[in-house]
């Protein structure tokens, strides 16, 4: 396997992605990001100087909307699937120390 | 010999912009509302939802951008900020990293050493987050998507400032550059314009820059005034231990004037940004650039130089007049009903300013319309009221935008005229005044002030001074 | 009426304007058979049978009225997971929307609602559409119509196994890299995924955002056309939709390919390819050439960079995409945890499953300062000289005809093992998404194991009319075929019973609470799932499977 990922890649990347893995899936994610990134390198066969990059399909340009307001208030709905809530807002745990 | 520092400083400025809507869904702006009520499935980040891009947001970054000189990316693009805080929705904030709309701009600011070039990296559009309020009794956070979405600029300066003085003035010129555009009212108090201090010392004459810290959460003039040199102060003395500054972001504490590290293991600071697939790119075409050119308003600039040729005002109150939009669009409505601007700039500059600084009030909160205070320039003029009721007067229109012709005659204000009450008047004080009259016939002129002001005050300030001075003069020589 | 359930949606939609078929007769003989089938084929995740009855009525109202006259007033749909419906229940087949309920519909969803569509639930899907079995929903399998011991492909794997089985007259999809033409190809039913920007994303919950299209699933070319029909629209609420006025998709059925150009990639009949499904889709291709169509080979070249570079573009998006599933605004939030950062983690390492979170983490590395360049904007560059191949092979051919996979279903539990193996199963597919074409799958055959092949058809941007006339006009050549499963509820009559009990039954969803909630041995074997499947219903939890 050419690409080895490092204990500390996967930790790193799991602040990233926020996601905690057991020791058994981090094992397993550095076999898979590896293997998968192996892969990916197959990309460099091709020469791609001074091709510009590609993110849109189409040359859409300048969807905009206008200014004008067109949304009420909405909190109910908007508040309908909170885990927890309280005095019309989003509960969470503490954001500062 | 201790050595010498150079405080070398860069700003990022982000600015609300005043338009109606967010910038990616159709929520109102407006400040004030109950928590969450300004909300919709875009702003919260909800599964499903897609951003659109308010068009004025591009039209007032344009504006703000030629204003200060910058060139135009004619295609630009938005880009994910991904970074995890439960005040922004999605995860991610919708900002401009890989095409920003403005670059390489500049404005200019006075210094004692005279006029100084502050250069502007780049102005990018983005959105705001949403508000956390800490609730002590419970310990936990709640989160409010009021301001979620709310369209900002920001404006990256170069390093080019040296002193909490030039940061001061660079700020205030955005300021006024921002607000005579329209594109944001600019408040620091209000978080409608808000300054990062980007800092880093270095020995005077040094190539390099040194390492510098960044440093969030600065609501005033003051507060960022004291933050650069707290900051200051930290580094020269971590570099005169011998210690080396970090580069990091550290969060200012106004009440005890020190700073801390924003840092956290959790925050890896690697934003990962990307163009968002959702927005489709902005093409600026020539004829769009050059409308909004077309449409750009007369800027402080140009207006101080306007008010000293064109009303033949002095320096001093054309800078004062200029200095804020709202007074300058008060005096030029009123100069443009009555006439006369020296004296409307009179009543501007010193009464309406003491006015506000007895209230501890800006000239933005200045409420009272023009018609008014033309009104009452009138009533002087005719000399329906002396000057001592209009000041009275101009009281209440600060304070209650009344009519001033209105006022006068309800409360019976105006000013008396009448050759015979006054004769009386003055007939009653000579009579009651034998000494002063004496006085005045022995050679003391002064005698006849007194006996004026006595009429005057008996009068109850309404009658005309110069008429009350005519008559006291004729009846003391008969 | 015993028939109704072999009816396509288009002819369902002509007995019920023509007051043959009741719109209240048709749900209760989907749902019927829904009951019959579900305990093998499963799915669907939620199943709606008191909404769907109540819908059923109201749209009958508005026929009788004569306010609804479209060519599907009245017909019975179910709706892929990953699409808002308001009111009703979408979880992406994951546990970290467990319990999300949209306060408000899709666009293609509600086009389909105005065109009086009676919606009967929402099917089974790979968690976030990742994957291509649909045996990584966090909410048990969904098996193959076909034989159930194989996987039904994915990720719409729920609506294909559903129109497949006649538990819906016709289903919405999604596709990112396939997901709508290989499990139509392994469940034998026709699928259109249209180019980029036809179908408003809306409402869709995003996967690969530059890469998701909805697009309709149903048993044949007409159903298909006249579902695209109704689904494609302008929408100012997604900036990516694009103004189209060629949207009358059924102007096109036609049986004629007199002299359309159709080009066949050698670089899809190579190595890989499963013999059978070679052979039926040259045989297609000759049944083309018989009618008329000028059929060449033709190198498209750059066809084994496609899985790599969409690798890289949908994992980036994905793992921005997801990140706002962290437990403060909905769905999932851990029970314990130590504070805010600990609250993300626990909650989405809870929440999604193992391939949404191999696909989130290599997204996030691809993204991570330093390897941008390397990787994601190298992607880019790749997808631009794919778009451009295809570019080029337009300017020769109307139409690109090959396989939709390289084989036909594998057996359950197959393709988990090796994440690699099962993204390689999607080359002829994922090219499509990279460049934004419009593609189809029609069903050409079936293997030696009796299951069936797919034959794709693709077109330029904005070209569905071409592989819409050419995929009616191959359908010509042969009959519909649908599983013996399909027919169930006829044998069993059991679509009597349906209205007694739907009033008292609100809505049966496999998800709705965590405790029922299965992460793990999903991939047991297909007889022992059988065995409880058969005695279990629609209500029963995933929990009672997973034992």
């Known amino acids: 396997m050419a690409n080895v990922i490092s204990d500390e890649t996967i930790e790193y990347v799991g602040i990233l992605a926020k996601l905690e893995l057991t020791d058994a899936e981090k094992e397993e994610a550095k076999k898979d990001m590896g293997r998968m990134l192996d892969y990916i390198d197959m990309l460099n066969e091709l020469d791609t100087s001074g091709v510009e990059p590609m993110s849109h399909i189409f040359a859409m340009n300048n969807v905009f909307r206008e200014d004008v307001v067109t949304n009420g208030d909405e909190r109910e709905k908007i508040l309908k699937n909170a885990p927890e809530q309280k005095d019309g807002s989003f509960k969470v745990p503490k954001t500062v120390e | ?478 | 009426m015993s028939d109704i359930l072999e009816m396509t949606a288009v002819q369902l939609g002509g007995k019920i304007k023509s007051r043959e078929v009741g719109a209240v007769e048709a749900a209760k003989a989907v749902l019927g058979q829904i009951r019959a089938a579900e305990p093998v084929v499963h799915a669907y995740v939620t199943v709606d049978e008191a909404g769907a009855l109540r819908r059923a009525e109201e749209v009958q109202k508005r026929i009788d009225t004569g306010e609804l006259t479209g060519p599907l007033a009245g017909v019975p749909v179910a709706i892929k997971d990953n699409m808002c419906t308001e009111g009703m229940l979408t979880t992406c087949s994951s546990k970290i929307l467990y319990n999300f309920v949209p306060t408000y519909t899709a666009e293609a969803v509600r086009n389909l609602e105005k065109a009086g569509a009676v919606i009967l639930g929402k099917t089974n899907m790979d968690e976030f559409a990742m994957g291509s079995t649909t045996e990584t929903s966090a909410f048990g399998v969904t098996r193959n119509p076909w034989n159930p011991e194989h996987v039904p492909g994915g990720s719409s794997g729920g609506s294909c196994a559903a129109v497949a089985a006649n538990e819906c007259f016709y289903a919405l999809g999604s596709d990112t890299g396939g997901s709508i033409r290989q499990p139509s190809s392994f469940c034998g039913v026709t699928g259109i995924k249209p180019t980029y920007g036809t179908v408003s994303r809306y409402g869709l919950i995003a996967y690969g955002s530059s890469l998701d299209q909805i697009g309709p699933i149903a048993k044949d070319v007409t159903d298909c056309a006249a579902v695209l029909a109704t689904i494609a629209s302008y929408d100012r609420k997604d900036s990516t939709s694009f103004p189209r006025d060629d949207c009358d998709f059924t102007s096109a059925l036609k049986d004629d390919v007199k002299g359309m150009r159709i080009g066949i990639p050698r670089d899809y009949l190579g190595e890989g390819l499963d013999d059978e499904v070679k052979a039926a889709i040259l045989a297609a291709a000759k049944v083309l050439e018989e009618k008329g169509a000028v059929v060449e080979e033709f190198d498209l070249s750059l066809v084994e960079y496609a899985i790599p570079a969409y690798y890289v573009i949908a994992s980036a998006e994905a793992s921005s995409n997801l990140s706002r599933f962290d437990g403060v605004k909905y769905g999932l939030r851990a029970k314990e945890y130590e504070g805010l950062h600990n609250m993300y983690k626990r909650s989405r390492s809870e929440g999604f499953g193992p391939e949404v979170k191999r696909r989130i983490m290599l997204g996030s590395f691809v993204l991570s300062s330093g390897y941008y360049d390397a990787y994601y904007l190298k992607a880019l560059r790749t997808k631009a000289l794919i778009k451009k191949a295809f570019d080029r092979a337009f300017e020769k051919y109307d139409v690109i005809l090959g396989p939709a996979a390289p084989t036909t279903a594998p057996k359950m539990g197959e393709s988990l093992s090796d994440p690699l193996k099962m993204y390689l199963g999607d080359i002829y597919t994922i090219s499509v998404n990279l460049a934004g074409l419009p593609g189809m799958t029609v069903p050409c055959g079936k293997d030696s194991k009796g299951l069936p092949i797919g034959l794709q058809l693709i077109g330029d941007c904005f070209k569905e009319k071409n592989i819409i006339r050419a995929g009616y006009a191959f359908e010509q050549s042969r009959t519909y075929e649908s599983p013996k499963i399909a027919r169930s509820a006829q044998a069993d009559g059991m679509s009597g019973d349906i209205a007694d009990c739907a009033s008292d039954t609100a809505v049966k969803s496999r998800a709705g609470s965590t405790a029922d909630i299965v992460t793990e041995g999903r991939t047991g074997s297909a007889a022992d799932m059988m065995s409880e499947g058969n005695a279990g219903s629609t209500a029963e939890s995933t929990g009672k499977e997973a034992r």
């Open chain 2, 1 to 478: 010999m201790t050595k010498q520092y150079e405080t070398v400083i860069g700003l990022e400025v982000h600015v609300e912009l005043a338009t109606k809507t967010k910038i990616f869904c159709g929520c109102s702006t407006a400040f004030g509302g109950a928590p969450n009520t300004h909300t919709c499935p875009v702003c919260t980040g909800m599964p499903g939802s897609l951003p659109v891009l308010n068009k004025q947001v591009v039209e007032y970054a344009l504006a703000v951008g030629l204003a200060t000189n910058c060139g135009i990316n004619q295609y630009c693009k938005f880009d994910r900020k991904n970074y995890f805080y439960p005040d922004n929705p999605q995860n991610y904030q919708i900002s401009q990293l890989y095409l920003p709309i403005c670059h390489d701009g500049w404005v200019e600011i006075e210094t004692a050493a005279g006029t100084k070039k502050i250069g502007i990296h780049e102005i990018h559009m983005e959105e705001d987050a949403g508000k956390l309020i800490h609730d002590e009794w419970e310990d936990c956070s709640l989160v409010d998507y009021n301001r979620s979405g709310v369209p900002l600029i920001e404006i990256v300066s170069e390093p080019d400032m040296r002193s909490a003085d030039e940061v001061i003035a660079y700020l205030e010129k955005l300021r006024l550059i921002i607000q005579y555009l329209g594109a944001s009212d600019c408040k620091l108090q209000e978080g409608s314009m808000r300054a990062d201090v980007n800092l880093s010392v270095r020995e005077v004459g040094a190539a390099q820059f040194g390492t510098r810290t960044e440093m969030k959460n600065l609501n005033s003039f003051k507060a960022i005034a004291r933050a650069i040199e707290g900051e200051r102060k930290r580094q020269i003395e971590l570099l005169e231990d011998g210690k080396k500054v970090i580069q990091e972001t550290r969060r200012w504490d106004d009440n005890k004037e020190s700073s801390h590290a924003m840092r956290s293991k959790e925050d890896a600071q690697d934003y990962r940004y990307f163009p968002d697939p959702d927005l489709t790119p902005v093409a600026i075409s020539d004829e769009w650039l050059q409308a909004v050119r077309d449409r750009q308003p007369e800027l402080r600039t140009e207006k101080l130089a306007r008010y000293q040729t064109e009303f033949q005002l002095p320096r001093y109150d054309a800078e004062i007049l200029t200095g804020s939009k709202h007074l300058a669009d008060i005096f030029e409505a009123t100069v443009a009903i009555c006439g006369k601007p020296k004296e409307v700039s009179n009543w501007l500059m010193v009464e309406a300013m003491r006015l506000l600084k007895e209230k501890e009030q800006d000239p933005e909160d200045l409420s009272f319309s023009p018609e008014n205070l033309a009104k009452l320039i009138g009533l002087v003029e005719k000399n329906t009221i002396n000057r001592t009721v209009a000041k009275t007067v101009f009281e209440e229109i600060f304070a209650n935008d009344v009519d001033p012709e209105k006022y006068v005659a309800e409360k019976g204000l105006a000013m008396v005229s009448d050759e015979g009450a006054l004769r009386q008047a003055v007939g009653e004080v000579i009579a009651a005044n034998p000494q002063s009259v004496a006085d005045y016939k022995n050679g003391k002129q002064k005698a006849m002030g007194f006996l004026v002001g006595q009429t005057m005050r008996a009068m109850k300030g309404k009658a005309d001074p110069a008429k009350v001075n005519q008559i006291v003069r004729e009846l003391l020589e008969e």
